[in-house]
């Protein structure tokens, strides 16, 4: 990975940040927090291994700007509902720090779209695992954190899929050719990093992990 500064990191790894012989007490409490959302996932139908090689990092990649996963997201929900997209590359993220309806709409459950995994997934702290599934699965964080933010609204972390996150990317990168988003710009760079995320992911059966 290069020097230069981005705004969002991924990973390709596992979730510990420590191994046990380096702080055996924070891999213990890794662990537990990890088995806990393991079962969790279970019982939403995914079967995934968060428990082994504790500390692996095989990949990292990084997005320019939040703004270009905000206008990638934009331009999927646009081209699926059949809108023209000439604007949203010269868009800049808006004044009165409100989201574009069309994404609302999605996020809110009034409208569906075919881009679960890119546009339904937290945008900053969230995880792609290396399994098929069709929606992304949102869990409620830790009550320990809630509590030691009383002002913070209720924390909840979401889980994608990697292999439904590559199927849409593959997918929505012919579109974006169609329309004639440049390969050069922000969104598309993005596009790029996000597939092979979701590549690496597949190929070494480990999470993504987004920050």
Known sequence: MSD???ELDLVVGSMFTTRPEEDRELYEDEREWLSDIQDLLR????????????????WEGGIDRFMDLYQLRQLAAYIEKGR?????????????GEPDPVLVAIWDGEETTR???????????????????????????DEE???????????????????????ELAELSGLLQQAGVPASSGPMRCLKVLREAADQSIANDLPVIVW
Do not use: C, M
């Open 4 to 6: 230069r500064t981005t």
């Open 115 to 141: 881009f679960p995994h890119l546009i339904n997934h937290q945008a900053d702290g969230g995880y792609y695992l290396p399994v098929d599934f069709a929606e992304p699965i949102w869990l409620e964080a």
């Open 84 to 96: 023209d997209v000439k604007d949203v590359l010269s868009a800049n993220v808006p004044d009165d």
């Open 145 to 167: 954190v809630a509590e030691d933010d009383e002002d913070a609204e209720d924390p909840y972390i979401s889980f994608g899929s990697s292999v439904g996150l590559q199927r």
């Open 43 to 58: 019982e939403e139908g995914i079967d995934v291994d968060l428990l082994s090689r504790p500390g692996v990092e095989l």
